[in-house]
């Protein structure tokens, strides 16, 4: 089976999950022609960048794209789509998804993968969940926005044979079709986990926001300021646009991660810490837990706070520092259990078959 992924790799998901699919004896390749800060050009098989200077150029790029995408993807059998998106991501509906429309008649498999904000809708989450991130203000700001997501998912539910979403809360608006898939993040065995001396006076605490109003950072600062002032002997690492290769040093360092307070599951740095051995603190939505497997929910260690009681978990786990060993452990393990891109792929393939058999 050949098999293309595009236009990204937003945190790495396609990346990774290209060579679990190789590691199951599929031909699978990453094609980047969105990058971004979210995409990193050497998790790249073949990169095209398409520019989004002015409507003209995008045009003239997005054509030849078009017949370099023919060309290749004669040999492809499955073209997976990335963070909700398509190649052509014109304004206009006539050539919206173009390219999917495209391969679509060539009959070809499509698969497309949600991870977040490209399906996350601020009138949605406002209305039905109590803790969220959003504000009032933001359903009018992002009015437009929302409005091309719900066309993008319906434009993917006609389109599309799969549809999977990585964060569980995306399964609530996403069609029926769409099933959950586990995060693609990292290959566990190249993270070696690093355990913490948690007999030592000293707790260091890691938090690493690319959005502190989504990640509700305020909240671990007010936390983490109150334990201070208290007399307990705390360093913080508030990490921001520190470069991947040396993230890991700080990684090392930390005695507990405390990953988001407002979105209702964790996300790739959790999942990185967790791969290094880091207990995680986060906030998960209980009713969104109906979307992931029965067993994946009862191995998670995560330890669940909310905004409200962050500051009495991480008093109760500096106090108690010899039950972080234990759930640190178990942290590892976890990763390797249900983060394992090779594991992940085999079901993924499964869904790739099946989808190619109902074409025959």
């Not at 004896?25 to 995409?39: A, F, Q």
Request: hydrophobic share 35%; net charge positive; aromatic share 12%.
């Amino acid at each position: 089976m050949k098999i293309l992924h595009l236009p990204r790799s937003v945190g790495s998901n396609a990346y990774n999950l290209s060579i679990g699919e190789k590691k199951n004896g599929e031909d699978s390749t990453v094609l980047i022609c969105d990058p971004d800060i979210y995409s990193n050009e050497s998790e790249a098989d073949l990169i095209f960048p398409v520019k989004k200077n002015n409507k003209l150029t995008y045009l003239y790029q997005g054509v030849r794209l078009l017949l370099f995408l023919v060309f290749r993807t004669k040999k492809y059998d499955v073209l997976h789509y990335n963070f909700g998106s398509p190649v052509f991501f014109f304004d206009s509906k006539l050539l919206f998804g173009l390219d999917v429309r495209l391969f679509k008649k060539l009959n070809k498999v499509i698969a497309v993968t949600y991870q977040g904000s490209d399906a996350r809708q601020a009138d949605y989450c406002l209305e039905h969940y109590d803790n969220t991130f959003y504000t009032p203000e933001d359903v009018c700001c992002q009015r437009k926005k929302d409005r091309m997501k719900r066309y993008k998912i319906e434009f993917f539910e006609k389109n599309s044979d799969i549809m999977y979403g990585t964060n569980p809360d995306l399964l609530n608006i996403l069609p029926e079709k769409a099933k959950f898939r586990p995060y693609t993040k990292l290959q566990p065995y190249e993270w070696q986990p690093c355990y913490s001396d948690y007999s030592r006076k000293k707790t260091v605490i890691l938090h690493a926001p690319t959005h502190k109003k989504v990640k509700g950072t305020e909240h671990v600062d007010a936390a983490i300021e109150r334990l201070k002032n208290e007399g307990y002997d705390i360093e913080y690492l508030l990490l921001q646009n520190i470069p991947t290769t040396q993230v890991i040093e700080y990684y090392k360092r930390a005695d507990i991660a405390v990953d988001q307070l407002m979105v209702g599951f964790y996300g790739g740095f959790a999942v990185e810490c967790m791969a290094m051995g880091k207990p995680v603190m986060c906030y998960i939505r209980q009713q969104d837990m109906k979307w992931i497997p029965e067993e994946m929910a009862k191995d998670m260690p995560i330890i669940r706070v909310t905004k409200e009681d962050l500051y009495e978990k991480l008093k109760y786990y500096i106090e108690h520092k010899e039950e972080l060993e234990n759930i640190a452990r178990k942290s590892r393990q976890y990763v390797e259990k249900w983060h394992d891109p090779e594991k992940i792929a085999k079901d993924i393939i499964e869904d790739y078959k099946n989808a190619m058999e109902n074409k025959k």
